[in-house]
């Protein structure tokens, strides 16, 4: 059996179940950045304050990724049953990553409906940009070492668009009370202590995001499979999937939405096997491996074979016919 169908469906049983205990990890993870928030301040004026406020800053866009993977979660309805509750659990584990997530939900239910389409905003064509050989490489450089958030940003207007006039509300009244609260913490904290507790993490985390973006969809084909649209990585990182909730596991997220953050793991560890080697071929143990191999690929882009992928295609046409579709619905499982 192709992709992911060999998979017994007592697996995937299992790996369905909800198991609310986990959600500690929300109250965890905020705990954690509460501590590191006191470290940086019981050491501000330290000799090594500097050092030490970057790996805190690390350690908390670390804690910020992890909290946007129950997010995440919490967008497909994996957190809780209620609609209510899985949106306030959404809102507070994303509302750190300075974006709304009302244009967030939009955004991802699509991006699971177009996967590595034109339109997609996780695929990012360069040649939209530039033909020139070099400039592309350097940009598609840029984008996927700490510049993704930019292009992200650029391109949720279309997200924006399809938002009804309550949700534009509520996403303006998401981000104004985020940065009421950012706000806050600037004026409370000391200055030091403020650079490291969020504008620091802020700027790892888009380095993050960028690398793992890469990761993710970089030269993933269109495929009515889901089993083929994305990469798992980071299957033997144990501290940073603690850390994450688990979102390397992309693949499988891909193919199962309906599976919680906190089954990814056990669910890959025993479904594994029974995986075509295709799709085993592409899950790997570490992130940098795979990333240094994707840049290297970066590296030997060939402008004319990506314009030959769309070669053909009108793709205002193509961008209008799929942004009319809806995205995937909470609470899919396949």
Not at 47 to 76: K, Q, S, T, Y
Not at 172 to 201: R, S
Request: with cysteine.
């Amino acid at each position: 059996m192709a992709g992911m169908e060999a998979v017994p469906q007592e697996l995937l049983r299992r790996a369905y179940e909800r198991k609310p205990l986990h959600l500690l990890k929300i109250p965890l993870h905020f705990a954690l950045w509460g501590a590191a928030t006191w470290v940086l301040y019981a050491t501000r004026d330290h000799a090594f304050a500097i050092p030490i406020g970057l790996l805190i800053g690390f350690f908390i866009a670390n804690l910020i990724r992890g909290l946007g993977a129950i997010a995440h979660d919490a967008v497909h309805g994996n957190c809780a049953r209620s609609k209510r509750l899985s949106y306030l659990i959404a809102l507070v584990c994303w509302a750190p990553s300075g974006m709304s997530v009302t244009l967030y939900r939009n955004y991802h239910l699509h991006h699971h409906r177009i996967t590595n389409s034109y339109p997609d905003v996780d695929n990012f064509v360069v040649t939209d940009y530039t033909r020139n050989p070099l400039l592309a490489k350097i940009l598609l450089l840029v984008v996927y070492s700490f510049a993704y958030p930019i292009y992200f940003a650029t391109q949720m207007s279309r997200y924006v668009k399809r938002l009804s006039a309550w949700q534009r509300v509520q996403m303006v009244l998401e981000l104004v009370g985020w940065w009421a609260i950012i706000a806050t913490a600037f004026y409370l904290l000391p200055l030091q202590v403020f650079v490291f507790f969020y504008g620091v993490p802020f700027l790892f985390g888009a380095a993050l995001a960028s690398l793992t973006s890469m990761i993710e969809h970089y030269e993933m084909l269109p495929h009515d499979d889901d089993a083929y649209s994305s990469r798992t990585y980071g299957t033997s990182a144990h501290f940073f999937n603690f850390l994450w909730n688990n979102v390397s596991y992309h693949n499988e997220h891909h193919k199962y939405p309906g599976i919680p953050f906190y089954n990814l793991r056990s669910f890959h560890e025993a479904a594994y096997p029974y995986y075509e080697e295709r799709v085993k071929a592409e899950c790997y143990p570490g992130v940098l491996a795979i990333a240094f191999h994707l840049y290297g690929r970066i590296l030997k882009l060939d402008v004319t074979k990506l314009d030959a992928r769309y070669q053909g295609l009108n793709k205002d046409a193509e961008r209008s016919r799929l942004m009319a579709l809806n995205g995937i619905q909470p609470g899919v499982t396949a």
